[in-house]
Nanobody, 112 residues
């Protein structure tokens, strides 16, 4: 079990970029699944992207080609590079590790 802290959220104009980071309190080397979810206003939390220790990635259709997930097992960090942002990407973004560890969330707001 690890504690997770997200950073990097903020306000950006449509078409811009942001990079979210997730720092873990312990080793993530053996954690099979890590990734990101988001919760848009008035919506349920939804899957964004995931990555395995070996670097295999999976993305929601809505972010494919725009978002890139990465992880650094040596530094116990994970990132989400978000490009070509759209107003509909506005949400609180949460990182997760394993089956039950979640961060507190970071707000991303994309203005039109």
């Amino acid at each position: 079990q690890v504690q997770l802290v997200e950073s990097g959220g903020g306000l950006v104009q449509a078409g811009g970029s942001l990079r979210l980071s997730c720092a873990a309190s312990g080793s993530i080397f053996s954690i099979n699944r890590m990734g990101w979810y988001r919760q848009r206003p008035g919506k349920q939390r939804e899957f964004v992207a995931s990555i395995t220790p070996g670097g295999r990635t999976n993305y929601a259709d809505s972010v494919k080609g725009r978002f890139t997930i990465s992880r650094n097992n040596a530094n116990n960090t994970m990132s989400l590079q978000m490009n070509s942002l759209k107003p509909e990407d506005t949400a609180v973004y949460y990182c997760y590790a394993g089956a039950s560890d979640w961060g507190q969330g970071t707000q991303v707001t994309v203005s039109s």
